[in-house]
């Protein structure tokens, strides 16, 4: 009856291979891992990211002038400065204007306000220029310190003279300058003054060649930009541009008899 009633022994079971196995397979994972995080790290190092910035190109705007005068059926592109308020950087040649009188032809921009009566007798005492006078627009001077009711391009002659300088149209005897553009010989001066705030600049260009004397005259007022109030926003103006469009008008200038 004892023998009947004791339970039969089970073998014991021995479960530290498996658990040693289960280690030694998590192990050779995590190795695994690590190497492959490893090798995408030095990848990345030897090919890095490669960042392209794009520079930007400022372009100068050109100006186009194209003359419909019959004798000059050319366009003629030349470079300005970046266009500003108040700066006659596009200037386009459209109108030719012909003195039978004054015996020349000159092209300019048909904003420009034409004085076929122009006489000045405040440069030379007891001196009257007469001749033709080109304004400019107001738009160019708007916004800016520069005066457009006196500021203009005039083509002027006098007679009577032994040599066609630049000094028979300025009251000053300062040393001239004699230049050749584009064929052209000019005896050159200069007169700059100033009145109760204001800069008076003349520049006279007068053809050696010609006979009666004939010269061009660039006229420009302008205010002290100091004198104006900052919440006024008045900007300087552009010299340089306006200069630019005067020297094309006094290029096309041709003598026609």
């Given amino acids: ?13 021995n479960k530290w291979p498996y658990i040693i196995g289960l280690v030694v397979i998590a192990i050779i994972i995590g190795v695994g891992v690590w190497c492959y995080q490893q ?44 266009a500003v308020s108040g700066s006659p950087t ?6 030719t204007y012909k003195s039978s009188k004054y015996g020349f032809s000159v092209d300019y921009p048909n904003d420009y306000t034409l004085n076929e009566n122009y006489s000045n007798d405040s440069i030379v005492t007891g001196v009257t220029f007469s001749g033709v006078q080109f304004k400019i627009p107001t738009s160019f001077a708007t916004g800016t310190n520069m005066n457009s009711n006196t500021t203009e391009v005039s083509i002027e002659q006098k007679t009577g003279v ?15 300058t004699t230049i050749t553009d584009q064929g052209v ?33 660039y006229f420009i007022q302008s205010g002290n930009i100091g004198n104006y109030p900052a919440e006024a926003g008045i900007i300087e103006f552009n010299k340089a541009a306006l200069t630019n469009a005067f020297d094309t008008i006094r290029r096309s200038l041709t003598i026609t008899k």
């Fill in 39 to 82: 090798v995408q790290s030095i990848s990345t190092v030897a090919s890095p990211t490669t960042s392209t910035t794009a520079k930007a190109t400022t372009t100068k705007p050109a100006v186009s002038i194209t003359s419909v005068s019959p004798s000059m059926s050319a366009s003629t592109t030349i470079s300005a400065s970046p």
């Fill in 162 to 176: 032994a040599a066609c300088t630049a000094n028979e149209f300025l009251n000053t005897t300062n040393t001239l």
């Fill in 1 to 13: 009856m004892a023998d009947m009633l004791t339970p039969p022994v089970e073998p014991t079971s």
């Fill in 185 to 217: 010989e000019y005896s050159v001066g200069t007169l700059s003054e100033g009145a109760a705030g204001s800069a008076y600049e003349q520049k006279v260009f007068a053809l050696t060649k010609s006979s009666p004397c004939l010269a061009v005259r």
């Fill in 90 to 95: 596009n200037l386009l040649i459209n109108t």
